[in-house]
Nanobody, 120 residues
Framework: QVQLVESGGGLVQPGGSLRLSCTAS????????MAWYRQAPGKERESVAA???????NYADSVKGRFTISRDNAKSTVYLQMNSLKPEDTAVYYC??????????????WGQGTQVTVSS
């Protein structure tokens, strides 16, 4: 069993910052790519940022220059530092990880989501 648990969401004013964390736990042999997605009300889930096990990065155009994804492999944790937040960043943010399980097999896992609200 593998679990992803997110934290760090909340209410912030426009221009403010938040840092999201997501930690994987369970029967994990290794973790490949980790990523953050978001889903706003009435919209489809979209990719925000991704990082490979080797540290290669990818960002959605809408967050480039404002968001930074990073990971701590020793802690099985991925972070999303969000600066200069805008009302349109309001969404539920989900983390995702490509996990090789200790007992064999590979799976794509999701966290439960954390709400980010940007409003004055």
């Amino acid at each position: 069993q593998v679990q992803l648990v997110e934290s760090g969401g909340g209410l912030v004013q426009p221009g403010g910052s938040l840092r999201l964390s997501c930690t994987a736990s369970g029967s994990i042999a290794s973790i490949g790519a980790m990523a953050w997605y978001r889903q706003a009300p009435g919209k489809e889930r979209e990719s925000v940022a991704a990082i490979t096990s080797g540290g290669m990065l990818n960002y959605a155009d809408s967050v480039k220059g404002r968001f930074t994804i990073s990971r701590d492999n020793a802690k099985s944790t991925v972070y999303l530092q969000m600066n200069s937040l805008k009302p349109e960043d309001t969404a539920v943010y989900y983390c995702n990880a490509d996990v090789r399980r200790r007992l064999g097999g590979r799976g794509d896992y999701w966290g439960q989501g954390t709400q980010v609200t940007v409003s004055s």
